[in-house]
Nanobody, 126 residues
Framework: QVQLVESGGGYVQAGGSLRLSCAAS????????MGWFRQVPGKERDFVAAVTWLGRSTYYANSVKGRFTISVDNAKNTLYLRMNMLKPEDTAVYYCVAVESSTGSLYYSNKAYNYWGQGTQVTVSS
């Protein structure tokens, strides 16, 4: 069974940085697409970024492009999201996600992912 455990959330002032981590276990992830979504109360989960497990392809939401970087450490079975120049509108619960992707495709729909972590809160103050 795939397990995804996020960490690294917290409280930061606008303009600051955070790095989220997602420890993945339970599979060999070489044919998986991994990613991050975020959610604020009362709204749907929004796509943030995705990456193939070998790190050859990445995909970002327009709202975070140029500020966030998604990456994978295959040796540690860990997914990262480096967030720079944070804005108050980045405040949300951030979820790590995974889905088997033998074609190497990346997905931005939350319906495409069948494995989700428990989430980690990120709060950005103005």
């Amino acid at each position: 069974q795939v397990q995804l455990v996020e960490s690294g959330g917290g409280y930061v002032q606008a303009g600051g940085s955070l790095r989220l981590s997602c420890a993945a276990s339970g599979r060999t992830f070489s044919r998986y697409a991994m990613g991050w979504f975020r959610q604020v109360p009362g709204k749907e989960r929004d796509f943030v970024a995705a990456v193939t497990w070998l790190g050859r392809s990445t995909y970002y939401a327009n709202s975070v492009k140029g500020r966030f970087t998604i990456s994978v450490d295959n040796a540690k079975n860990t997914l990262y999201l480096r967030m720079n120049m944070l804005k108050p509108e980045d405040t949300a619960v951030y979820y790590c996600v995974a889905v088997e992707s033998s074609t190497g495709s990346l997905y931005y729909s939350n319906k495409a992912y069948n494995y989700w972590g428990q989430g980690t809160q990120v709060t950005v103050s103005s």
